[in-house]
């Protein structure tokens, strides 16, 4: 679908404005939105405005490019990331801007399109929309605030996996972690692109016709900046509960390792004398005694205990469980989430 917005000189905004009549009328501006085009609409791209081919090529690829920022002259490209609510997948915004146009491209329906769209069109606000770099600073403020939700999401998420630490297993929760920081690196494939393009926006003295909104692209900017530092605080924090759950399976390796340990140990010696007697060589002094059976036995159980004993004084038998849990609080700590 191609949907035509204008606004006229007198400030009203005029909807479904023909193609072929809308650069003939004098518009102050106008924008035009491709809103999941069919093969037919793709074609307009080249056949009515002559955009550069290579900005239709990253328009036609949708093969998740990273954001960046074109110039071609007389117009700018721009490429976005918004996100999909279900997977955290990016989905392509493709923007054509110069000072009285506008062109979005982008095969699936948008939320934050949609709704300045709706804005506008309804004539909200249209003092703070007397150019096409308005409406593109308002478009991308709304695709930034789109993230927020979802990385408080992320820090839920993590804050579950720390109330279930005394009642899931480790596979368990490491599972959901990793599920966690696969989400997270998702959301950072798309915002560190887009900080580096805000800030060629910014910087950039080739867009003469966005100066006067510099300082409403920097509080974007800015928002950016806060989404990326909270995904690398959420960052190190899960990295950290990996490290510490990670020593805490191999602590509780070494612990098992030890009493089967121990126990091999206490067992060798009698193991030993169950060997010895059980030779079956006919000259054996003790074989003949009247009660070598019970003295033996009694030999092999006070070396078990004295071993047994040995081993408890030694420490090797005693498992703190109030070291483990307080271990557990230490590293579950919420210090890095501030």
Known sequence: MIRTLALQHDG???????LRDIAKNG???????FDEPTKREEKELTRFFRFHPLAVEDCLENSHQRPKMDNYGHYIFLLVHALNKGTFDPLELDLFVNERMLVTFHYNSLVSVNQVWNIIGAGGQTIRYDDPVSIVHMIIDTIVDEYFPFVYEIEDRLNQIEEKTDENSSRSLMDELFDVRHDMQKLR????????????????NRISFAKEQQHYFQDVYDHVMKLVEMLESYREFSSDVRDNYISISSDKMNNIMMTLTVITTIFMPL???AGLYGMNFIYM???????????????????AFTMFMVFKKIGWLTFSRSKKKKRRRIFLSKKFMK
């Open 12 to 18: 009203h905004i005029v909807q479904n404005v023909p």
């Open 27 to 33: 518009y102050h501006w106008y924008w035009i939105d």
């Open 189 to 204: 494939r798309s915002l560190m692109p887009m900080r580096d393009l805000l800030y060629r926006v910014l910087n950039s």
């Open 271 to 273: 193991t030993f004398i």
């Open 285 to 303: 002094p003790e074989l003949r005694h009247p009660y070598a059976y019970f003295i033996v036995l009694a030999i092999m159980a006070a070396i």
